[in-house]
């Protein structure tokens, strides 16, 4: 028995919602699960929760979706790449600073090319403002800047090595853990508004219909950090980041920051380097595993966004 810290005191007849974390059977199949409190003496009290079944299943592919940074951990603080896998494809965010150190992403569409490695084309894109009405699609613009490779050795070990306008770097990624770390799996749930953990790459809804920004959503335990890759006041490309903690059923919310850095080819890339500027604030609220919205203030511009996950190989993946 491990014990569960309560958000406060707790008076007779009072209610509260915590969160706790239990391992799953190694065995597949299928498990009956119940809870009950217990005194600190270790004597159960209260009434035992009605029986959950819980079905364990055998590992499918490798799954690598989820927010990498250099290896090791901490060692090139301030850029990343997120990673939204789905079948034999990896969609790439990778976000970081150009030659002026302003924050830059570029985009990559890797399908798999052999056991663990995954190829494609690095894309710039620029389009509307963040603040835009209405975002119009059609005004998205994508240029090939180079291209990338993603190598991985096991679920947490890899290499991405790229050539951006003729600069050739490998770094070696792990990735990037602040919580329960989740387990992704691609096409176990049918009804993506079944999902608990909102771990995923989240569009504009309805879904296409904005296409050309969108936010990473890294969800581990009960915060949530993500990266919105959108477009600054004069149509370049941006980035914004803010780490959400849980401040209500289903609601995450916290203080937006946009950082200047090393450009993406500086050798070392210093982290006290990256200097990070609050603009605003950002609340993600779910109705469900797949529907949501995105509230934001950005120097004093207020915007809500419906959102949705972006599904590119049907049934999409899933982190629990």
């Known amino acids: 028995m491990t014990p569960v810290p309560l958000p406060a005191s707790v008076a007779p007849g009072a209610t509260v919602t915590f969160t706790f974390f239990i391992v799953a059977p190694a065995t597949v199949g299928t498990y009956n699960f119940q809870w009950q409190m217990n005194t600190a003496a270790g004597l159960p009290f209260g009434s035992v929760s009605p029986a ?55 985009t990559m569409t890797a399908p798999l090319t052999s056991t663990g490695v995954y190829t494609g084309t690095l894309f710039s894109e620029t389009g509307p403002p963040f603040n835009s009405v209405p975002f119009l699609p059609t005004q998205v613009r994508g240029t090939v800047v180079g291209s990338g490779t993603l190598t991985f050795t096991d679920l947490n070990t890899g290499t991405f090595k790229y050539t951006v306008n003729g600069i050739t770097q490998t770094k070696p990624i792990t990735r990037e853990v602040f919580g329960q770390l989740p387990t992704c799996t691609f096409g176990i749930q049918t009804d993506l508004t079944l999902a608990y953990n909102y771990q995923d790459l989240w569009w504009a809804a309805p879904a296409d219909s904005e296409s050309g920004w969108g936010v990473n959503l890294t969800h581990q335990g009960d915060t949530i950090f993500a990266t919105w890759f959108t477009y600054d006041l004069d149509r370049t490309p941006l980035w914004l980041a803010v780490t959400a903690p849980k401040t209500a059923m289903g609601t995450y919310g916290g203080t937006l920051y946009r950082t200047t850095g090393p450009a993406f080819n500086a050798v070392p890339f210093l982290p006290a380097s990256v200097i990070a500027t609050a603009v605003g604030t950002a609340t993600f609220t779910f109705s469900d595993g797949n529907t949501g919205t995105f509230d934001y203030t950005v120097n004093g511009m207020t915007q809500t966004k419906a959102i949705t996950r972006e599904v590119f190989a049907t049934r999409g993946t899933v982190c629990q």
């Open 52 to 106: 959950t079944q819980v079905q364990v299943i055998a590992a499918g592919p490798a799954n690598y979706e989820g927010l990498w940074w250099n290896s090791p951990a901490g060692s090139e603080s301030g850029w990343g790449i997120n990673l939204a896998h789905q079948g034999d494809i990896i969609f790439a965010t990778w976000f970081t600073y150009d030659l002026a150190g302003k924050a830059w992403w570029l």
